[in-house]
């Protein structure tokens, strides 16, 4: 019940929108129809010029079969322009529409996970504001793949509901015409997401990272959160409450090179700046108790307690972008230039060569996901779109949404953490998504 009024909701929503939309473009409508009429003519310019080839090809007279075959030619090329330009008007309305539509969803998203760890902790305005601009580039990106899947499904599923499709067959126009558009679109729709991905995406991740650090180091107590465990290089902390400066309790267990495991408990603990270099934050302990313990022997152990203890945090056990660039921070072409690097130093391990392999392919498979969504959409709508296509294609487009989006992470996961191979893990799912869009063509050719 709750999904079938979500999709209500929805689908009312964008609906209403295509309306208002449809309505602001209405002028876009009545040049359709008027060139519409003109067709009528061209039908019967056609006979006269086809008329007039078939003479030329009787008398044997090449310059008449030439003159009616140009302006044969010159007919088919204008009515088929008409038809290009009104179905790019279409999908571009609808894939605006879907693109508000995700680009409030991810928005949204954006902001509450900002809320849990900055709003909160009464950052200044001014700082998030920046933090959610440096954001978009991404929210964007992300957006204009699923905008393309969704809208141009219930494009094309309202076109074929409206018999438009049966339309532009019966005028002698192919399937092949109508994919040439909707594949173009999804093309352009790629290259503009591939824009915003691969330069306006690092220079915002860049930007962040380094505002996001400018408060930590100003308020430290945003890193640490309540009844929260915090992983960093070779230490785990296990926080209790947080109120403002203070920790109720806190538990640190620290491995170090020689393999002795140290383990810090206090109970109360005071949050400060530091203003060493390199240190983020001072954890200032009270009645701490270290516990050392030597894993190779362990009946061996050392305790010592302590009215006061001054814990140093430093910076690059936190923000670990502070030892140099990450991949998610490069350009394309400057992550191509590090792997080949990489790979002729053979100074990285195999998990961090294959992150920077995964993060390049990422640059280029989720951006034209656009142009694999829409060689989906053409054949899915045309054949699940004759009754309420623009429903169906709702449908279809948010469930269809939804496995690409867990495939994509599913692909992150196994790459980064299992070292599997970053382009089959970022491009398998275009690459399902294609095969599937050709065989339903296939499909749809045959009938």
Same mark, same amino acid.
């Given at each position: /019940?709750?999904?079938?009024?979500?999709? *209500?909701?929805?689908?009312?929503?964008?609906?209403?929108?295509?309306?208002?939309?449809?309505?602001?473009?209405? #002028?876009?409508?009545?040049?359709?129809?008027?060139?519409?009429?003109?067709?009528?003519?061209?039908?019967?310019?056609?006979?006269?010029?086809?008329?007039?080839?078939? +003479?030329?090809?009787?008398?044997?007279?090449?310059?008449?079969?030439?003159?009616?075959?140009? &302006?044969?030619?010159?007919?088919?090329?204008?009515?088929?322009? +008409?038809?290009?330009?009104?179905?790019?008007?279409?999908?571009?309305?609808?894939?605006?529409?879907?693109? %508000? #539509?995700?680009?409030?969803?991810?928005?949204?998203?954006?902001?509450?996970?900002?809320?849990?760890?900055?709003?909160? $902790?009464?950052?200044?305005?001014?700082?998030?504001?920046?933090?959610?601009?440096?954001?978009?580039?991404?929210?964007i990106s992300q957006s204009a793949p699923f905008a393309t899947l969704v809208g141009f499904l219930m494009c094309l599923g309202r076109l074929v509901t409206d018999n438009e499709i049966l339309i532009f067959r019966a @005028?002698?126009?192919?399937?092949?015409?109508?994919?040439?558009?909707?594949?173009?679109?999804?093309?352009?729709?790629?290259?503009?997401?591939?824009?915003?991905?691969?330069?306006?995406?690092?220079?915002? !991740?860049?930007?962040?990272?380094?505002?996001?650090?400018?408060?930590?180091?100003?308020?430290?107590?945003?890193?640490?959160?309540?009844? =929260?465990?915090?992983?960093?290089?070779?230490? !785990?902390?296990?926080?209790?409450?947080?109120?403002? &400066?203070? %920790?109720?309790?806190?538990?640190?267990?620290?491995?170090?090179?020689?393999?002795?495991?140290?383990?810090? /408990?206090?109970? &109360?603990?005071?949050?400060?700046?530091?203003? !060493?270099?390199? %240190?983020? /934050?001072?954890?200032?302990?009270?009645?701490?108790? %270290?516990? =050392?313990?030597?894993?190779?022997?362990?009946?061996?152990?050392?305790?010592?307690?302590? *009215?006061?203890?001054?814990?140093? +945090?430093?910076?690059?056990?936190?923000?670990? @972008? @502070?030892?140099?660039?990450?991949?998610?921070?490069?350009? @394309?072409?400057?992550?191509?230039?590090?792997?080949? $690097? /990489?790979?002729?130093?053979?100074?990285? !391990?195999?998990?961090?060569?294959?992150?920077?392999?995964? *993060?390049?392919?990422?640059?280029?498979?989720?951006?034209?996901?656009?142009?694999?969504?829409?060689?989906?959409?053409?054949?899915?709508?045309?054949?699940?779109?004759?009754?309420?296509?623009?429903?169906?294609?709702?449908?279809?487009?948010?469930?269809? =949404?939804?496995?690409?989006?867990?495939?994509?992470?599913?692909?992150?996961?196994?790459?980064?953490?299992?070292?599997?191979?970053?382009?089959?893990?970022?491009?398998?799912?275009? #690459?399902?998504?294609?095969?599937?869009? +050709?065989?339903?063509?296939?499909?749809?050719?045959k009938k």
């Amino acid at each position: /019940m709750l999904a079938k009024k979500f999709f *209500e909701f929805v689908y009312n929503k964008i609906d209403s929108a295509v309306v208002f939309a449809r309505k602001q473009f209405a #002028f876009s409508f009545l040049f359709f129809k008027r060139k519409f009429k003109k067709l009528k003519h061209f039908e019967f310019q056609r006979k006269i010029y086809t008329a007039g080839f078939s +003479i030329g090809r009787k008398t044997d007279c090449v310059k008449m079969q030439a003159f009616f075959a140009k &302006n044969i030619f010159k007919l088919n090329s204008v009515k088929s322009n +008409i038809l290009v330009r009104y179905i790019a008007k279409e999908l571009l309305l609808y894939f605006l529409i879907c693109f %508000v #539509f995700f680009f409030v969803v991810f928005f949204v998203n954006q902001i509450l996970l900002l809320a849990e760890t900055i709003l909160k $902790k009464r950052v200044p305005i001014n700082s998030v504001l920046k933090l959610i601009l440096y954001c978009l580039p991404n929210v964007i990106s992300q957006s204009a793949p699923f905008a393309t899947l969704v809208g141009f499904l219930m494009c094309l599923g309202r076109l074929v509901t409206d018999n438009e499709i049966l339309i532009f067959r019966a @005028s002698g126009q192919r399937y092949s015409l109508i994919l040439k558009s909707v594949l173009a679109m999804g093309l352009l729709i790629s290259v503009f997401s591939f824009i915003m991905n691969d330069y306006f995406l690092p220079i915002g !991740t860049l930007k962040y990272n380094r505002l996001f650090k400018q408060i930590i180091v100003s308020n430290p107590a945003i890193e640490l959160e309540s009844k =929260s465990i915090k992983r960093m290089n070779d230490s !785990t902390l296990v926080i209790g409450n947080v109120s403002k &400066n203070n %920790v109720s309790d806190i538990v640190l267990f620290d491995s170090e090179k020689d393999g002795v495991q140290r383990i810090i /408990m206090a109970g &109360n603990s005071d949050v400060k700046k530091s203003s !060493t270099p390199g %240190v983020i /934050m001072q954890l200032d302990m009270n009645s701490p108790i %270290v516990l =050392s313990l030597d894993k190779s022997k362990t009946e061996n152990y050392e305790s010592i307690s302590a *009215e006061k203890l001054r814990l140093n +945090i430093f910076e690059d056990s936190i923000i670990s @972008s @502070s030892n140099g660039t990450s991949p998610r921070e490069m350009t @394309s072409w400057d992550l191509i230039k590090r792997i080949k $690097k /990489m790979k002729q130093e053979n100074s990285s !391990t195999k998990k961090r060569l294959n992150t920077f392999i995964l *993060e390049c392919n990422k640059k280029f498979s989720v951006p034209f996901g656009s142009f694999f969504f829409a060689l989906l959409a053409f054949p899915l709508a045309l054949i699940f779109g004759k009754k309420d296509g623009q429903t169906l294609g709702l449908i279809f487009g948010i469930i269809l =949404s939804v496995l690409y989006w867990s495939a994509t992470i599913i692909g992150q996961m196994f790459g980064i953490r299992g070292g599997y191979n970053g382009f089959w893990m970022m491009w398998t799912p275009n #690459f399902v998504i294609g095969i599937l869009g +050709i065989i339903l063509y296939i499909r749809l050719k045959k009938k």
